[in-house]
Structure formats: C-alpha cells, structure tokens
C-alpha cells in the first residue's frame, strides 16, 4: 500500500511551510530515509525523507504553500501501484533540484525564507506566481454537484468545499485536476494577501532601474515586522557609554582555561548574561503587550539578532538568566553555526521576550535599534574601542563600548529603561556583580 509523504510539525509554533524544491523526479526509485524535497518556514528550511521503499507520486508542485500534516506526495510499493496513483493523483510538476540547491529555488511571497540571491544576479519569478486563481462558479441553492469520487476524496483531504471549485469536466462535472488547480490558487492566494509595499516611485524617461528585485521571502518578512513595531509601538531610545575593561579582562579569563581547540567565550555571551541578570530585576522590560493587558513573562529568552547574507534572522537563547556565560557562549556558539547553515528550528526563532543587536563589527558606535516586534525592547551594542577617558582626575587610555536601548514608551517610562541600561552597564563596568 502506497505511503503518503505529509508535512510534519517541527515545534509548536509550526503551523505551514513553503515546499521549496523536489530532489527526486516524479515517478523515480527512491530508498527509505531518501530526502526527496525541502521545506522552509519562517527563515528555517529542512528536508522531508521518504517513509519507505518505492516510487515517488508527487501531487504538490515546488512554490506552494502547504500545511502540517497536509500530504504532498505518496512513494508506491511496485509500479503498479505507482499506475493506480497516476489514476487517482495528478502527479506535480517536481522540477527535481540537486540536494541542497531547494533552499534556494523557492520564491514564495511571504514567511517563507529563501536563501536570498547574490546581489548582482537577477531574481526569477515563482511557479507559484504563475498560477491564477480559477473563477469561482456560484451554484445556486440546491443543484447537484457533480464530481468524480477522485475528486470528492481529495477535497476531504484538503478541506476545500466541492461548490467552491469550477468544473471542467462533461457537464461541469468536478475532475481531480480541478481540485488541484484551486488548491495551488488557493494556496497562492493566501499567502499573497498578507502584507504589500506602496509604491512611491515610478520609472521614466528621466529614471530607470538598472535591475527590479521583488520584496519576498525574508526581506518581506523583516519589512512587516518592522512596520508593525513602528505602527504600534511608541518607541523612544536612550544611549550611554560604559568602561569594557572589566568583560575584557574576565573574558581573557574564560579562554585562558579553555583548551586549545575549544571554542572562545564572547562578548556577546557576557552582555547576554548582563541583560538577562537586568530583566530578572526590572521584569516589566521582559513583557508584551496583548491587546489592552501587558504580559510579563516567566521565562528570560533573548534573541540575538544574525545576519548571514540572506536576510536577519533572531535565534533564542533560551533561560539565559540561568545559564553560566560559558553556557550562553556555546549555546549561542551552536546557534550561530546552525543559522549560516540554514538548520534553526522554527522554535529557535520564536517566543522571545527580549533582543540584542550587535553591530561593533562593523564599526558603528551609536545607532537606534528598532524593537522587535512583539518584544518591548531591544539593546543595541556598538563598536569596543580605546580612546581617552578622564578618570580621578587624570587623562587615561580606556576601553569604551556603547550601548542604546530602544523600549515602548506606551508601558516602559523613560526613568525605568534608565535604571534598566544602568544595570546593565554596571554588571558590564563590575563584572563581578554577575558571577
């Protein structure tokens, strides 16, 4: 009996995925555990393996948005099996990619997360944004729908009603290809109705584009979330400065002890520690706001913001206010080298309570991070560098780092995110009130 090949459901927060590429064509020998197509969601892609031995129906093509648990393809037991599934299944156009090169074929318009295409390579249109959406008959009250059993039990499977769908068939008569045809317009249509960019801008004589690149994939996800910060959030920052000797010098402690070939602690993993020990002191910074209640949460997840090239993403460090800074530095070690491989949970991504953005490697010193929606804060961290500092009266040469914090002003005031980044920048200036 035919095995069916379904979405499976990695964490809870894990609703839908964009099946990204097929690896194996339709109608091929595959083996058990063969990967034979790729998923993304949310910024995450993985790969799906086949259930058993046999030979691949595929019934959703590349570019469609699918559901957990929803079936995208059955692997036959013998090819007469594989007939009868050609008979019931129109089978999708796979457009078999090479193993690892799926991540890259997807163009959905949404949450989906592509890997984003080198900046002087045009980018192709979708499969997905060539299907159109069938026009949808109206049938009047009480005519008889005709469809064949095929196509009945495929829209069972799916849960689109048989009235809505135009028939093509003798008659009107409901045919599977039919219902596979509304489902990929459906699919497509769902996923396009989420968020678009205004155009301010027109091309003409006076001005044309050297190369048009569609918002898609992460870009568009990182735009609507940002506009949904600005929108409805009152967002304010503060700035200060604050002596690095202390986390340089326990820094060099930490890697001293460790051997060779392990990896190094980081600063990123001592200012975790700095503003996970702050949240548990001013918990109203660790909270969302939920309609018209603000949430003050349990648990200490901070995010740190990454950027491989293909768009930012915001892992999770989990329980930070638990955790040692050794710990924070190999779990967000782990993060870090999981996210430039594109091999993150979709649970890694979500459920945070507060981020840190770092941009010191790029030599910037002061900027204004915006608050990562729906969290109600976010720490920015600049460049460490050495300049002159007056200190007991005299000229020395210190290590400074900056620090900004942007908050909701609609629950945070401004006296409370000052005694907040003051915590922080004490435990960065005293490192020894964190041990």
């Known amino acids: 009996m035919a095995e069916e090949i379904r979405i499976p459901k990695l964490g809870l927060t894990m609703t839908d995925a964009v099946l990204s590429g ?61 007939d009868d599934l050609k008979t019931r299944f129109a089978v999708a156009d796979t457009g078999a990619v090479e193993a690892g090169a799926a991540a890259a074929s997807t163009e ?42 095929a196509a009945r039990k495929r829209c069972g499977q799916i849960g689109i009603k048989l009235d809505d769908i135009p028939g093509t068939g003798p008659g009107g008569r409901i045919v599977l290809a039919d219902v596979e045809k509304f489902a990929a317009a459906d699919s497509v249509r769902r996923s396009t109705a989420r968020y678009e960019f205004e155009s301010a801008v027109r091309e003409s004589d006076l001005l044309t584009a050297r190369e ?43 890697n001293a002890r460790r051997a060779d070939d392990a990896p190094r602690v980081s600063y990123n993993a001592i200012i975790i520690k700095a503003a996970a020990q702050a949240l548990r002191l001013y918990p109203l910074i660790n909270a969302s706001v939920d309609g018209h209640k603000i949430k003050i949460w349990n648990q200490v997840h901070i995010g740190v913001a990454m950027d491989f090239g293909q768009g930012l993403i915001v892992p999770k460090v ?57 969290e109600s804060a976010i720490l920015g961290v600049g460049r460490m560098v050495e300049k002159p500092w007056i200190r007991d009266g005299a000229v020395v040469a210190d290590w400074r780092i900056s620090l900004s914090l942007t908050f909701d002003h609609r629950i945070i005031d401004g006296a409370l995110a000052a005694r907040f980044l003051k915590a922080i920048k004490d435990r960065i200036e005293e490192t020894r009130l964190m041990l």
């Not at 064509?25 to 086949?50: H, I, N, R, W």
């Open 108 to 149: 959905d318009d949404t949450d989906a997360a592509p890997a984003a295409a080198p900046a002087d390579s045009p980018v192709s249109p979708s499969p997905a944004a060539d299907v159109k959406p069938p026009p949808v008959v109206k049938k009047q009250t009480g005519d008889r729908i005709i469809a064949s059993p």
């Open 22 to 82: 097929w690896m194996v064509s339709a109608g091929e020998e595959v083996s058990a555990d063969q990967v034979v197509c790729a998923l993304e969601t949310d910024k995450v892609s993985f790969e799906v393996p086949a259930p058993c031995t046999g030979w691949l129906h595929p019934v959703i093509a590349a570019g469609i948005r699918v559901e957990v648990g929803e079936v995208v393809g059955y692997v036959a037991a013998d090819e007469a099996e594989l």
């Open 212 to 254: 048009t690149i569609p918002i898609r994939g992460i870009r568009k996800i990182i735009a609507r979330n940002m506009k949904l910060s600005q929108t409805s959030q009152a967002q304010l920052t503060l700035q200060t400065e604050a002596s690095a000797r202390d986390i340089r010098a326990l820094r060099k402690v930490f």
């Open 318 to 374: 989990r329980h930070a206010d638990t955790l040692s800074i050794p710990a924070l530095s190999e779990a967000l070690g782990d993060l870090a080298m999981r996210a430039g491989k594109k091999q993150l949970l979709p649970d890694e991504l979500a459920s945070g309570t507060f981020t840190i953005t770092n941009l010191g490697a790029w030599d910037i010193d002061h900027f204004s991070p915006i608050v990562n929606f729906p």
